[in-house]
């Protein structure tokens, strides 16, 4: 396929990481399979975080294992429902823009419902696309819990609200990994690669030479900038 000029304005041109040896190689590109994330891939770069980043990506705040919080309440995704963690637990967490979507909420009146195994597969229907689809990337990265507001928060609880917004940015800071869902402009936009077929990117390689092959990287920053997700308050 030939390119138009204006495609490489914000792109970067680099080596397949698939055509070096054992298929290393950070930061070069990679081959983007069309119809589902390669999820080995994003355990293997968990792995490099934990064995490589050290201090770099470990809790930086402490302030919800230092006693304020000594619960975190998250979402089991591998029994599917809703927990009462240690806040020391491992968890991930979804940023994502709630948008015009109908977002089913925890509330006083199902609290106790959703706390029972399986709950969240009988409102699963309910639950935005989005959140449906961190629930599945959790458990699918082999990870079990899973932190997000509208189900970890009761909504309609003063006290509640009261108790887990001011530790916010503590919430996430202590996250293993934040899922950013950076398409659509809502919550029912999904992540895009976790359901078959619901990627959809074109990607441009050439073979310059025998079993060398080039390809174009959009910048991370140049897509940020013209997402939803990136022009809200806080992310
Ligand atoms: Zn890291």
Known sequence: MRPSINEFDYHRITLLADDTPEGKGLFLGRIIPQDKIKMKQIVKWMQYCIRWHGAGCEETLSSLSSGRISKLRVIDTWRLCIVDESSECIYLTLSYVWG?????????????????????????RQLPRTIQDSIT??????????????????????????????????????????????????????????????????????????????????????ALDESVYESRAWT
């Open 100 to 124: 015009s979507a109908t977002v089913f909420k925890l509330t006083s009146t199902n609290l106790d419902e959703l706390a029972t195994p399986g709950a969240l597969k009988k409102v699963w």
């Open 137 to 222: 990337l959790t458990s699918t990265l082999h990870e079990r819990y899973l932190w997000i507001d509208s189900l970890c928060i009761i909504q309609d609880s003063d006290a509640d609200k009261a108790h887990y917004i001011p530790y916010m940015d503590s919430i996430y800071d202590r996250a293993f990994l934040t899922i950013a869902a950076a398409t659509g402009d809502s919550a029912d936009a999904g992540l895009p690669g976790v359901r078959k077929g619901s990627r959809g990117c074109s990607q441009i390689i050439e073979e310059v030479l025998p079993s060398v092959r080039l390809s174009s990287i959009r910048h991370l920053r140049d």
